[in-house]
T-cell receptor, first 116, second 117 residues
Framework: AQSVAQPEDQVNVAEGNPLTVKCTYS??????LFWYVQYPNRGLQFLLK??????LVKGSYGFEAEFNKSQTSFHLKKPSALVSDSALYFC??????????????FGTGTQLKVEL | ETGVTQSPTHLIKTRGQQVTLRCSSQ?????VSWYQQALGQGPQFIFQ???????GRGNFPPRFSGLQFPNYSSELNVNALELDDSALYLC????????????????FGPGTRLLVL
């Protein structure tokens, strides 16, 4: 069974500072990994994904994530946080087996709060 | 915005009733997935429809059922509503290539918030 852990319920960072939102995963075989962001009373917005290739993935709004196979991690990063980045962030994983649908398994989310 | 729309935006039902939620996929997408997001939790996969057939199901009872139409829009039906069905229901669409859904990005709609009293 596939699973995702987001060990921090909340991350606080000052505007202009770098941010990291942590994610570790468990899946049989190699994973597909995704990050989504959710603003209040909204659906999920896709940020980036890792399928194969370069371990550093660049996505929307200046976000990037680094796939680390040995640590089974896919941490989300941004060099300089903005107040507007404050939102709920979800990491998701899918294994590479065909069949069973393109089922994404999500973590419980990390609330990012960027303060002036 | 993703181009995925859902209706209604909010809904209040009583225990035991039935509900139908609707989703229009992004133009060109052929796959629709449904997720349930309880308060304070991550989304949980309910099922996925690809080419009008159910293509995978999560750990939800049979009273959760769905349809996908020839235009790839979709419905989620929940019978015999229970209090624990209160949640945000999210629909996501994606474009699966030949061979079926794999790693395609899923684009989410704004959700339908269901309250069961």
């Amino acid at each position: 069974a596939q699973s995702v852990a987001q060990p921090e319920d909340q991350v606080n960072v000052a505007e202009g500072n770098p941010l990291t939102v942590k994610c570790t995963y468990s899946v049989s075989g190699n994973p597909y990994l995704f990050w989504y962001v959710q603003y209040p009373n909204r659906g999920l917005q896709f940020l980036l994904k890792y399928i194969t290739g370069d371990n550093l993935v660049k996505g929307s709004y200046g976000f990037e994530a680094e796939f680390n196979k040995s640590q089974t991690s896919f941490h989300l990063k941004k060099p300089s946080a903005l107040v507007s980045d404050s939102a709920l962030y979800f990491c998701a994983v899918r294994d590479r087996k065909r069949g069973g649908g393109n089922k994404l398994t999500f973590g419980t989310g990390t609330q990012l709060k960027v303060e002036l | 915005e993703t181009g995925v729309t859902q209706s209604p935006t909010h809904l209040i039902k009583t225990r035991g009733q039935q509900v139908t939620l609707r989703c229009s996929s992004q133009s060109g997408h052929n796959t629709v997935s449904w997720y349930q997001q309880a308060l304070g939790q991550g989304p949980q996969f309910i099922f996925q429809y690809y080419r009008e057939e159910e293509n995978g199901r999560g750990n939800f009872p049979p009273r959760f059922s769905g349809l996908q139409f020839p235009n790839y829009s979709s419905e989620l039906n929940v019978n015999a509503l229970e209090l624990d069905d209160s949640a945000l229901y999210l629909c996501a669409s994606s474009l699966a290539l030949a061979g079926g859904p794999t790693q395609e990005t899923q684009y989410f709609g704004p959700g339908t918030r269901l309250l069961v009293l």
